[in-house]
T-cell receptor, first 114, second 115 residues
Framework: DARVTQTPRHKVTEMGQEVTMRCQPILGHNTVFWYRQTMMQGLELLAYFRNRAPLDDSGMPKDRFSAEMPDATLATLKIQPSEPRDSAVYFC????????????FGNGTRLTVT | QQQVKQSPQSLIVQKGGISIINCAYENTAFDYFPWYQQFPGKGPALLIAIRPDVSEKKEGRFTISFNKSAKQFSLHIMDSQPGDSATYFCAASMNYGGATNKLIFGTGTLLAVQP
């Protein structure tokens, strides 16, 4: 049963530290999305990639967040420096990128910044 | 114009009852409307989806009703069970910039089905 794998599942860090979250999309999927979930804002789209190229990262705070796909099996989301307001659950999702095809979500990284 | 509005925020239903969650959108370019189900500690998972060329889609106890003129769609869960207790998200997407499955999500509905 193919699934999106995210690591770590939980991360607690102090304000100002760098945080890197990793995602392994489902093999063969050519679109990858990063979402952030909070109680107040729900699921917010941060960035997405197609064939490893970034298509849109307008939802991401540019000064501290960065997203990359070093290769087809790895997507990363980095926060530097982290702030308490970044505390949230970060989800990675992948899909085929064809019309109406579903997104498959990982189980998220729960980030707590103290 | 990109928003999807969802209500109610939370819902309590008795076992065997009908759960109804509503969503509304503004952007008429949206052409795909999925519902996702999320259990605690898990990522959202696709439950059922509809395109705007049909008014209703049913899969087991789950039905989507779609009203294109009103720009509204809803999820009906018949014979609700305690195992259906979860957070439900409506979403919408359109063919955009080569990524045709970019989803815009509603704010979620926390459903509790009481035994």
């Amino acid at each position: 049963d193919a699934r999106v794998t995210q690591t770590p599942r939980h991360k607690v860090t102090e304000m100002g530290q760098e945080v890197t979250m990793r995602c392994q999309p489902i093999l063969g999927h050519n679109t990858v999305f990063w979402y952030r979930q909070t109680m107040m804002q729900g699921l917010e789209l941060l960035a997405y990639f197609r064939n490893r190229a970034p298509l849109d990262d307008s939802g991401m705070p540019k000064d501290r967040f960065s997203a990359e796909m070093p290769d087809a099996t790895l997507a990363t989301l980095k926060i530097q420096p982290s702030e308490p307001r970044d505390s949230a659950v970060y989800f990675c999702a992948s899909g085929w990128g064809t019309p109406n095809s579903p997104l498959h979500f990982g189980n998220g990284t729960r980030l707590t910044v103290t | 114009q990109q928003q999807v509005k969802q209500s109610p925020q939370s819902l309590i239903v008795q076992k065997g009852g009908i759960s109804i969650i509503n969503c509304a959108y503004e952007n008429t370019a949206f052409d795909y409307f999925p519902w996702y189900q999320q259990f605690p500690g898990k990522g959202p998972a696709l439950l059922i989806a509809i395109r705007p060329d049909v008014s209703e889609k049913k899969e087991g106890r789950f039905t989507i009703s779609f009203n294109k003129s009103a720009k509204q769609f809803s999820l009906h869960i018949m014979d609700s069970q305690p195992g259906d207790s979860a957070t439900y998200f409506c979403a919408a997407s359109m063919n955009y910039g080569g990524a045709t499955n970019k989803l815009i999500f509603g704010t979620g509905t926390l459903l509790a089905v009481q035994p």
